[in-house]
């Protein structure tokens, strides 16, 4: 059974930075493509960054690329978003998600098993 548990959220100052992890079981994690995703508050859920399933490619959204990362750890398994810089519009629930059949999409509806979601809120 695939499961994906997210961790890391919190209230952060702006300018401040977050590491998510997402940790995964009943699933190798570079064998596919995985994606960060955001919903903010009355927004749908939007792709904030999403490496290929050969790893070759990593997208990033516009207002995330120079100020978010993402990276693997094959040993453990885990994938981490690690966010600089934030800005209260970067609030939102943070969800991990896999792509068991496609390869680069950072699109939500291509991802078939998701997180619980972790909370973001940029505030002072």
């Known amino acids: 059974q695939v499961q994906l548990v997210e961790s890391g959220g919190g209230l952060v100052q702006p300018g401040g930075s977050l590491r998510l992890p997402c940790a995964a079981s009943?699933?190798?994690?570079?064998?596919?493509?995985i994606g960060w995703f955001r919903q903010a508050p009355g927004k749908e859920r939007e792709g904030v960054s999403c490496i290929s399933s050969s790893g070759g490619s990593t997208y990033y959204a516009d207002s995330m690329k120079g100020r978010f990362s993402f990276s693997r750890d094959n040993d453990k398994n885990t994938v981490y978003l690690q966010m600089n810089s934030l800005k209260p519009e970067d609030t939102g629930v943070y969800y991990c998600?896999?792509?068991?059949?496609?390869?680069?999409?950072?699109?939500?509806?291509?991802?078939?098993?998701w997180g619980q979601g972790t909370q973001v809120t940029v505030s002072s």
């Open positions: 998600a896999i792509d068991l059949f496609g390869g680069s999409s950072c699109s939500a509806n291509e991802y078939d098993y």
């Open positions: 009943g699933v190798t994690l570079d064998h596919y493509a």
